[in-house]
C-alpha cells in the first residue's frame, strides 16, 4: 500500500469505530412517492382539527359531521341535501363549508368577489348596486372570507382535502376504468349475437 491509500484506511477506521465494511441496511419499497399509513378517516379528522385549532370557528357540527360536510361537498351534494343528512339546515352546513375553506364554483358567481372584498358599504346599499339581496352580499362576503382565509393558508387544508377525497374518487374511477378496459379487450373480436 502506498501512502496515500493507508492514511485513508486510517481514516476509514476512525470514523467506522474500527468495523472493516460499513453495510447500510435497504428497506424494500415500492415506488418513489411516500404512503401516509392513516386511513382516509383519520386523515380528514386531522385536518378538520388543525383547521379547529387554527381559526376557532363556531359550528354547531362535531368533527364527524364536518367530515360529512367534507364528503357531501366532494360528492357533488349541494347544502341542502347534505343538512337534510345531518338534520341541521342549509345555512349552517354553508358557514361550515366556509369555515373548512370548501368554496364551490357556484357560491358566488353572480357578484364579482374581488369588487365587494374591500368596500366598506353596507350590505343593503351593495345589495342594490348589484341588483340582489342584502342576504346574498352577506353570502358572497363570507365566500370572499373563506377564500382569503384559504390563500393566507397557502390553500393547505383544502389541498388536503383535494388529496384526500378528489384522489380517493379519481382512484376508484381509474380502477372502474380499468376493469372496464380489460373486459373490453378479452371480449374484442367475440360473437355477442348468437342464435342457438
Known amino acids: 500500500m502506498n501512502d496515500k491509500t493507508e492514511e485513508l484506511r486510517d481514516i476509514f477506521t476512525d470514523?467506522?469505530?474500527?468495523?472493516?465494511?460499513?453495510?447500510?441496511?435497504?428497506?424494500?419499497?415500492?415506488?418513489?412517492?411516500?404512503r401516509d399509513e392513516r386511513?382516509?378517516?383519520e386523515r380528514l379528522e386531522s385536518v378538520v382539527t388543525q383547521l379547529r385549532e387554527r381559526y376557532e370557528f363556531e359550528t354547531p357540527f362535531e368533527d364527524e359531521e364536518l367530515i360529512a360536510v367534507a364528503n357531501g361537498f366532494y360528492d357533488g351534494r349541494d347544502d341542502a341535501t347534505i343538512a337534510a343528512?345531518?338534520?341541521?339546515?342549509?345555512?349552517?352546513?354553508?358557514?361550515?363549508?366556509?369555515?373548512?375553506?370548501?368554496?364551490?364554483?357556484?357560491?358566488?358567481?353572480e357578484v364579482d368577489l374581488v369588487a365587494i372584498r374591500d368596500r366598506e358599504e353596507d350590505d343593503e346599499t351593495l345589495a342594490e348596486e348589484y341588483d340582489v339581496t342584502a342576504a346574498e352580499i352577506r353570502r358572497f362576503?363570507?365566500?370572499?372570507?373563506?377564500?382569503?382565509?384559504?390563500?393566507?393558508?397557502?390553500?393547505?387544508?383544502?389541498?388536503?382535502f383535494d388529496s384526500i377525497l378528489a384522489d380517493a374518487d379519481l382512484s376508484a374511477q381509474m380502477a372502474t376504468d380499468v376493469r372496464e378496459d380489460g373486459l373490453e379487450?378479452?371480449?374484442?373480436?367475440?360473437?355477442?349475437?348468437?342464435d342457438f
Open 39 to 41: 386511513s382516509d378517516d
Open 185 to 194: 379487450d378479452a371480449t374484442e373480436g367475440m360473437e355477442t349475437d348468437v
Open 141 to 160: 362576503r363570507r365566500v370572499a372570507a373563506a377564500k382569503d382565509e384559504s390563500r393566507a393558508a397557502n390553500d393547505r387544508y383544502r389541498e388536503e
Open 15 to 34: 470514523v467506522t469505530d474500527g468495523e472493516e465494511t460499513i453495510t447500510e441496511s435497504q428497506e424494500d419499497t415500492r415506488g418513489s412517492l411516500e
Open 85 to 109: 343528512d345531518l338534520g341541521s339546515d342549509a345555512e349552517t352546513v354553508f358557514e361550515a363549508r366556509m369555515a373548512l375553506h370548501l368554496v364551490g364554483e357556484g357560491d358566488a358567481d
